[in-house]
């Protein structure tokens, strides 16, 4: 492992958000509620469907997971950021990084297969609903959202490995308030090429295959809404995948930017600042999503309140 060659460089400084320290107070409030939010929302989430029998259906196992997965995401670069705002300082190891770096983007892998599998849910639902109760089994639920989990973190270990054979010989400052692998690569002093083609090749089809699931189920979904004769059939149809489809698209519009490109060394500030929306906002929009646009989770959330 090249790492062992790097021993000038065992520790990184991440860089964050460089400014006063007005700015850095602000930044660390604001990531600070972010996260309660994030946390006590899906904690919430996960609970009420453990507590009503109503909600124990596929959609809302489904449901649960991304809420589980949405608390570990944040929490494999929130709680780091919080405290290099608060210190100033943002060192963090060479280990550390890496295994920041592997479950960062493990779980965001694992948020495509995710996403994908409830918009396979959903089809079902809506397009083949006298045969959802038969095909979607809790054994069928069980195995999507394993896979979901098991090529989310099989799917980083060939850039990982990779990342573990580079030196790093420049400048120990990561421009980034977590270990993203663009800015993380440009310190290493190795051909970091492979690596480049590995993480590039890898975005491109969990981005593109999970998105042609999703594209191709709501493809199938809006036919057989607009063939719905009444206006309130079809805004009940569209109702029960309104959460999914919002959050689909926030997550989409905010990762295939981050992902899909080409060359690590181009705007790392740009970079740096639409990752926030992924990593600190999108976690903290899902519970209030899925809330407020979903009659079921609404009514469960009610009836939790007024038997306090």
Known sequence: ???????????????????????????FLLFLVAYVLTVAGNLAIISLVGAHRRLQTPMYFFLCNLSFLEIWFTTACVPKALATFASHSGAISLAGCAAQMYFVFSLGCTEYFLLAAMAYDRYLAICLPLRYGSTMTPGLSARLALGSWLCGFSAITVPAALIARLSFCRSHVINHFFCDIAPWI?????????????????????????????????????????RIPSARGRHRAFSTCSSHLTVVLIWYGSTIFLHVRTSVESSLDLTKAVTVLNTVVTPVLNPFIYTLRNKDVREALQRSVQRK
Do not use: K
């Open 1 to 27: 492992m090249a790492w062992g060659r790097s021993q000038n460089l065992s520790t990184f400084i991440l860089l964050g958000f460089p400014g006063p320290r007005g700015l850095q107070t602000w930044l």
């Open 186 to 226: 440009v310190l290493s002093c190795s051909d970091t090429r492979g690596v480049e083609l590995a993480a590039f090749g890898i975005a491109f089809c969990v981005i593109l295959g999970s998105c042609f699931v999703t594209l191709l189920s709501y493809a199938y979904i809006v036919a057989t809404i607009i």
